[in-house]
Each structure stands twice: as structure tokens, then as C-alpha cells.
């Protein structure tokens, strides 16, 4: 992991003591995971280090708070203390945003659990920030509705974590980003005020929206503790289709095919290239669903309410793009079973390019004409330089992503993690973007990871402005120190 020799551990704060610990026990209903006391390392690893192993903090204090009302209490504590705090959720977070740098008080929402309200009529959605986000779409699936977001780590992450990270996911295209979707938030600011926000309407012009602050803030300045959210109906009809393509021009002319072709019923349009598709296939020891290698390959699904109607245009859609040679082979999948197959190739990419070290990863947002060429100069660059192949730390360079929101995700696994490879990609990376006007982060937020790059996506002025409004809600600094934030 990562130890931050670029960071030194900010003396304005307090170190925590056994009072603070004794005071916490008054007030949480939940136990206090500490180590000042006791010999808690093993209960505060899983909460020290992220879930890439690259970022590990020292915690000694983890709090588990189970109402909105505990969460009010520790925070104004801790504000008055001066201790900082780190807010966690699933602790599935991809940039070291969830995870202490140094000493910060761990304050994780995975006790507030409860699901609050679902209104069938209008399809919004109330629950507490902890709970897991299947288990929120696994409850809509019983009322015929859906959560408007889903991603890989679904079976960990909470809805409060998706809204602090305004996480994107694999139906964005369909069903929009949270700053849409969101109706309304609950949040703890620093000093123990309860904003409540949480209404169920769908329109509402009344001045400044202010939960819009809160979704992507990466809890720098407050801690959700309810969403609620605007939930579509379920589609009856599903199909899940997985392509094999020669190029990336063909993966454009399939994207605008499928807009022309599929439009009202698409859902998803994923891409993985080849590199991608060899590492996936390979950990997960499934068939793969296309007999030949391809240099890309594409997963798209369709969601309407009339099957037959949907069969009928995917089958053309195929047809048509066979005959035209945008693709070269392709499958639907005939089952539920066949779905998840294609769906878990592609949701499990992550997870299969961890077992073989570590990974640099870079989630960018490219004009959609150049977004692969990212892949390749970083390729190029890196082969230059010496540091790809057999005995050197870089396995290969692979994309994949989101295609149909024109964001990539860069991987570059490695053997072990490496500064002469950190130096030969960063800045690289980010001067490449900032040559594009590409964002250094599309979807998954900046945390520590990404600290030191915030000027390659905003201007002087716009980090002038957060540092300001860091400032206003978090005059003393303590929520989710060392991250991204400048200071004002
Ligand atoms: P955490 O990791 O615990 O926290 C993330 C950040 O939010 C931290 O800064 C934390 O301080 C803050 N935070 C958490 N909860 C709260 C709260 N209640 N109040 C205030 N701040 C809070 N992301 C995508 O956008 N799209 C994807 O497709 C995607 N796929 C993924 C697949 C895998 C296998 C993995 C491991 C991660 C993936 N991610 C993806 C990244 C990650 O899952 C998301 O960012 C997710 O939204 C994080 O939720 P979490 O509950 O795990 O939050
Ligand atoms: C995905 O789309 C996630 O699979 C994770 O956002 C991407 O690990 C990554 O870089
Ligand atoms: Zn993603």
C-alpha cells in the first residue's frame, strides 16, 4: 500500500483518546471498534485498506452509527474536538477516497440499513444511506421497478456511497446520472446539522439545489444518511447481445447503428478490447460466448415492455450489421443464464486484472472519436520507455468501458506496483486528456488518488470556488481530510 510520503498528518487535529473513545460508547448503539484499548487490528483492517490493497490508513476508531441522530451526535462531537472523520460505505471505492489517510475516525454507514418508502405510483424511493445497492434493486424487483443504477460492485457498495461518489455505472445512457435521478438527500453536515432534504418530489425550483452539492462530493462535506430516488418500471423484456468487432471505427458505426436501430429500448452499449477479453476469460475459466478472438468486443442490452417487439429489432439489428461487416460474429443470449455469463465478463474485469498484481487505473471521459487512441499512446509510451512485457512490471495495457457515455476505463496491470511506472503515466495521462479536454475522472471521483490532478479538468477559478465552499460547510476542516479538496 501506498504509506503518502508526498502528505504529513495535519496538527490541527486532535489525536483520540480514551475519553474520546468512552464518549463514543455513550453514544453509538453499535459497538466502537478501537484500538487504544484493545487489540482491534483485525476488526480495523477491513476498514484501513481499500479494496484494491493500494491505500491503507491507521485508524484506531471505527463507528458504526445506526440512526441519523448518532451520526449528528459523533459529528458534532468530533467537530468540536477537532478530530477528523472519514465517511464509508461499501468500502468499494476505486481512487483511496474511502479509507483514512492517517488517524481519521472511520465512520461507516453499513448500520443504517433500513429502506424507508417506495411509492409505486410515482417510483420514489426512500432509504437509509448503508443499504447495499442489490439489496435495493432486489426490493424494487418485487414491486416491478428497478434501482436507476447498476454496477459490478452492487452486492457491496451502498446507495450512499453511489451518491457520494455519483457513481455511473453500466445504464447510464438509459437511465441518466444521480444528479437527475436523485429527488432528494438527508445529510449530517460537520457540526451535527441535519439538512433534510429528503422529499419525494419530482420538481421542485425553489432557489439553490442544494443536494446537487452533496452527490459527488466524496464526503468532504457532509454525511448522506438518506436518498431518495426516482426508480423506473421494470422492463418485461430483456435481451443481452455480445459482438465481436475488428476495429474501433466498427465500434462507433455499431454504437450509431444501435442509437438508429435500437433507440427507445436500449439500455447498455459496453465495450472490453481484446486485451480486456483474454485476461477476463482466463480467470473465470467460462466458455467464451464467440469462438474466434476479435481486437473488441461489444455487450449491449435491450429493456422494453413488448418482447417479441424487441426480439424483432435485435434480430434485424444483427442481421444488418453482419451484412454490412460492422461486426463479425455475434450472440444473443438465449436465457437468463447466457446473460449473466455475458454481463459477468464484463462486470468482472476489475476484479480478474487485481489477481494478477496490482492495477494503475484511469477512469477518463474522451470525446468519443479519440478514446481509444488513449490505449494505444499509453502503450506505445510505456513500451518505449521499456516497462511492458516479461520480466518488467507491466502486464499490458487494456480498455474497456462505457462506451455509449464515452468514458474509458485505462487499466494497466502490473506484476507489482512500481514508481518508474507511476512516472511514466502520470502526468502522461493526464496532459494527454487535458490536450482533448477529456476529465481526469469520469465516473469514479477523485479521492486521494487523483489529489495532486485536479487542475488538468478545472480551471483556476472552479477550484477557487470549492476550496470556498470546502470552507463553508467545513470551516474546521475534519470531513474526509488529505482528499481532493483544495484548500481555500
Ligand atoms: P465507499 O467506497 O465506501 O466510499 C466512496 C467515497 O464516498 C468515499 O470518499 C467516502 O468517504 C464517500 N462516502 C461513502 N458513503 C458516504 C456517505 N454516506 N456520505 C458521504 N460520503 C460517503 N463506480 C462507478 O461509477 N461505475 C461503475 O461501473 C463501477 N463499477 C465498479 C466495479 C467494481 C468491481 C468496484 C470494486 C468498484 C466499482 N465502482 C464503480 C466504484 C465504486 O463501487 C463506486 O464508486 C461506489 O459508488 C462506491 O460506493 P461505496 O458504498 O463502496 O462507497
Ligand atoms: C467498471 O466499469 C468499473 O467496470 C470499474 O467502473 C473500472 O476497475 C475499473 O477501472
Ligand atoms: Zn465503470
Redesign the pocket.
Known sequence: ADSYPELKRDERFAKLTKEDVEHFKSICSAPVIEGLSTDASDDLEPHNA???RKYRGTSQCVLKPKTTEEVSKILKYCNERSLAV??????????G??VPVFDEIVI??SN?SNIRSFDPVSGAFVCD??VI?EVADNYLAERNHIFPL????KG???????????????RLLRYGSLHGTVLGLE?VLPDGTIMNNLNTLRKDNTGYDLKHL?IG????I????GVSILCPQRSAAKNVAFFGVESYEKVQEAYIKAKEQLSEILSAFEFMDGAAHEIVTAHNDVRRPLADQHPFYIVIETSGSNKEHDDEKLGTFLEDLMEKEIVSDGVVAENETQASTIWGLR??I??SLSKLGGTYKY?VSIPLKELYSMVTDTKTHLEKAGLVGEGSPVVDVVGYG?LGDGNLHLNIPVRYYDKSVEKALEPFVYEWLEKRSGSIS????L?VAKKPFLKYSKNEVMIRLMGQIKKLYDPKGIM?PY?YVPEA
Open positions: 481499500d479494496w484494491m472519514v465517511p464509508q460505505g461499501g468500502n468499494t471505492g476505486l481512487v477516497g474511502s461507516n454507514l443504517m444511506a448503508g445497492l447498476d454496477l459490478g460492485a457491496s457498495c451502498h446507495v450512499g456511497g453511489n451518491v457520494a461518489t455519483n457513481a455511473g455505472g453500466l445529510v452533496f462530493a466524496e464526503g468532504t457532509g454525511i448522506i444518511t462486470e468482472g476489475s476484479e477512469d462505457h469520469a465516473e469514479h471521483g479521492g474526509n482528499k
